[in-house]
Each structure stands twice: as structure tokens, then as C-alpha cells.
């Protein structure tokens, strides 16, 4: 064998055997399990998106295998003519996924099946590899029917997820659920376990995760939303010493009228003063200024408090830099 033969024939060789390690089966056969049943399916309308379906299966495999139950079984979702519309592997986090474990279906609004129908659950050994004596199948047919609006069915599925994690904590002494103050999420290894069993959970259920939305709440809220600010200004005064309602009533004049002679009149009053500029100090300008937090206080509308505010900014520099005679 020349030397430019074995340049070329070695690597040939190898990446022969290479690919005929690749399509090698795993095993020539495979026993039947000790142990193949689906314990339940619940089915969920309106999940993640309206009409959208979703179904959860609790399932139990055991058996004498040393691969993981992926290459071994397959779940699949029937139809009322006994189709498969949806497959499914089971997931190998613990145990190489057998034991009790979960599957979920989701289907979207134009492939939904007919809800409350003859739709079934089938697990079944993988036809792809030999089984001694056949290949082992289980169906279930009973499902239970969750219908709802989305927010309805996101609290049925966190609910039920929460639910399956505590059995799975206990059959796998594997930690899937942690509590604190009242309130139970799932742990790491839950989050990573049925982020991948069921889809779109972080968005369909998200407080599994600890993840909530609060409506912002804030004393403003306590105001009725249709009431203007000056209205709830002059609600929040009302039997206080700012309270004018009495006097205005002796007077035959309503509260709002009053307030606004007596702002006025103050207004009037510091500009004349300000214009004589007679005994005028600058500690009065304190007063001058305050005016506008009076005025928005007592409910004077906006736009003269913000004139009478720019006003007051103008001359009160004029007379601390230009001072008073």
C-alpha cells in the first residue's frame, strides 16, 4: 500500500465508521414496561390567547431501561377520528424521565379541536425501535374541561401547576416549590422543569414564577376620578379652619365666590403696596410669594396661579437685586 494510497483511504475509513456508529441502533429490542399509564388530563380554553387550548397530562413510566424515556415514548394528542395533532417527548429531568412526570399540549386558536369532544391522550413506545411482544400503548379519554375568560384560566392553570410541582416534590425528594410569606412560586429547578413541559407558561401563568401585576394605588386615587383638583381641594378643607363656607353663607355668597373676592383682593392689595413701594421690606415678600401656594390651596383656578406665581418670581428678584426704598 503506497503512501498516497493511505493518505486518502485512512480518512475515508473513519468517516465510514463514523456514520455507521451514527445510524447504529441503540439496542436490537426493548421489554415492556413495568409500568405505562396516563393518570390524568385536564384541557384549558383560552389560555395564553382567546380560543387558544392547552392540556396537561400527569403520566407514570417505569421499566428496566438505561436510556432516557425521550427515545422511548411518545405522547401524542388525538382527535375525535383518532389522529394525532400534536407529539410530544417526555421531558428527562429526573430519572432519565420516567416516574411520575408531566406532558402539556398547547394549540392555538386555528388549530384548536372541538371543545368538550371525543379528544384523548395516547402514550405509546417509540415504533421506531423494537419491542419484545409489540408496541406498548396506553389511552386516556377522560378529560376534564376548563373554560373561562384568560385571566380566569391563567389562575386555573397556576393553580393546577403549583399543584402537579408538589406532587412531583414528593415523589422525586427533588425541591419544585418554595413558600414565603403565604404565597407559593416555584423553585429554580420547577421553573426549569415546566418552563419546558409547558409552553408559553412564563407568559399563560406567570405567578408561578412570583411574577405580579399590582394596579398602582396612591392617595390621589382617593379622589373620585371625575371631580376636578379645586373640587377635591375644597372636599379635603371642608370642616376645617380654611373652611369659609359658613361665612359665605351669612353673606348670601357661595364658598367659590368668596374665596375668589378675598384672593383678589389680597392680590390687589400687595401690587398696590408693591407700586407705592412705600415702607415696602423684603421679609414681605415671603408673604407675596406665598400667596400662590394659598391660592392653589384654596382652589383658585390654575392659570391665575401660574400667572400670579410668574409674576411674583419677576418682581421678587427686581426688589432683592435692585432693593427697596
Not at 76 to 97: C, S
Amino acid at each position: 500500500m503506497t503512501k498516497k494510497f493511505t493518505r486518502w483511504f485512512l480518512p475515508i475509513l473513519v468517516a465510514i465508521l463514523a456514520i455507521l456508529t451514527l445510524v447504529t441502533p441503540v439496542a436490537a429490542s426493548y421489554g415492556q414496561p413495568t409500568t405505562l399509564e396516563i393518570q390524568e388530563v385536564t384541557a384549558y380554553e383560552n389560555y395564553h390567547e382567546e380560543d387558544a387550548q392547552l392540556y396537561i397530562a400527569t403520566y407514570y413510566i417505569s421499566g428496566n431501561y438505561t436510556i432516557d424515556a425521550d427515545e422511548l415514548f411518545l405522547f401524542q394528542l388525538l382527535d375525535g377520528d383518532g389522529d394525532a395533532v400534536v407529539t410530544k417527548a417526555p421531558y428527562p429531568f429526573h430519572d432519565n424521565g420516567y416516574g411520575l412526570g408531566v406532558v402539556a399540549f398547547y394549540l392555538d386558536a386555528s388549530d384548536a379541536l372541538t371543545w368538550g369532544g371525543n379528544a384523548s391522550v395516547k402514550l405509546v413506545g417509540n415504533p421506531m425501535v423494537g419491542w419484545d411482544g409489540g408496541i406498548p400503548n396506553t389511552t386516556m379519554d377522560v378529560i376534564t374541561w376548563n373554560t373561562g375568560t384568560t385571566e380566569e384560566i391563567e389562575e386555573l392553570v397556576s393553580s393546577n401547576v403549583l399543584a402537579l410541582a408538589a406532587d412531583l416534590e414528593e415523589s422525586w425528594d427533588v425541591d419544585m416549590v418554595t413558600t414565603g410569606d403565604g404565597v407559593t412560586t416555584l423553585t429554580d429547578d420547577g421553573s426549569t422543569y415546566f418552563i419546558n413541559v409547558i409552553p408559553y407558561l412564563q407568559t399563560g401563568a406567570p405567578s408561578v414564577f412570583g411574577q405580579y401585576v399590582f394596579a398602582p394605588h396612591y392617595p390621589i386615587d382617593e379622589k373620585p376620578a371625575t371631580d376636578s383638583y379645586a373640587d377635591w381641594l375644597e372636599e379635603s378643607i371642608d370642616g376645617t379652619v380654611f373652611d369659609i363656607s359658613p361665612t359665605a353663607a351669612s353673606w348670601g355668597m357661595s364658598r367659590g365666590a368668596l374665596t375668589a373676592v378675598i384672593y383678589y383682593g389680597l392680590v390687589i392689595a400687595l401690587l398696590v403696596g408693591f407700586a407705592a413701594k412705600k415702607g415696602l421690606k423684603k421679609g414681605l415678600i415671603i408673604f407675596f410669594d406665598v400667596a400662590v401656594i394659598i391660592g392653589a390651596f384654596i382652589g383658585v383656578p390654575l392659570i391665575v396661579t401660574i400667572m400670579w406665581g410668574f409674576f411674583c418670581l419677576i418682581t421678587t428678584s427686581w426688589v432683592f437685586y435692585k432693593g427697596t426704598t
